[in-house]
């Protein structure tokens, strides 16, 4: 990332060989999610919010090698330059996430994405 707004809603901007705030992203950011896509079925919206704290961002240069492989990039940024979800089509339940969900997963309410996996290992189990 080049740059992020802070805390107090100014841009800040890291330099070409800088290193100021690495790719540090921290809290609530928006995501456009694929309507064809098993996420899109779970949330059943096209736009969400998650909570993040991470450094890296996954290289949409290479979209089209990991769709080759069954591997679609199914939720983006807003403006759709960093993937935020990835999942494997022909997988019984395949997510990646750039987010963390247990940040807003609470006991008696569990995240979506909680909820789908555990339906998903129910359905596959065979002591159920």
Known sequence: MTEWTTSDNKIEK??????LG?????????????????VYK?????????????RYEVNNKFEKDFSE??????GYSPDGL?????EITNHPWFLGV?????????????HPLFKSF???AKKKSRLV
């Open 14 to 19: 890291r330099e070409l060989n800088g290193d």
């Open 22 to 38: 690495g790719t540090m992203r921290l809290g609530a950011y928006k995501a456009k999610i694929k309507k064809n896509s098993r």
């Open 42 to 54: 779970i949330y059943e919206a096209e736009e969400i919010s998650e909570r993040h704290r991470h």
């Open 69 to 74: 492989k069954g591997i679609v990039f199914s």
């Open 82 to 86: 960093l993937p935020e979800i990835v």
């Open 98 to 110: 750039q987010f963390h969900p247990e940040l807003k997963s609470k006991p008696f309410d569990p």
């Open 118 to 120: 555990i339906g998903a």
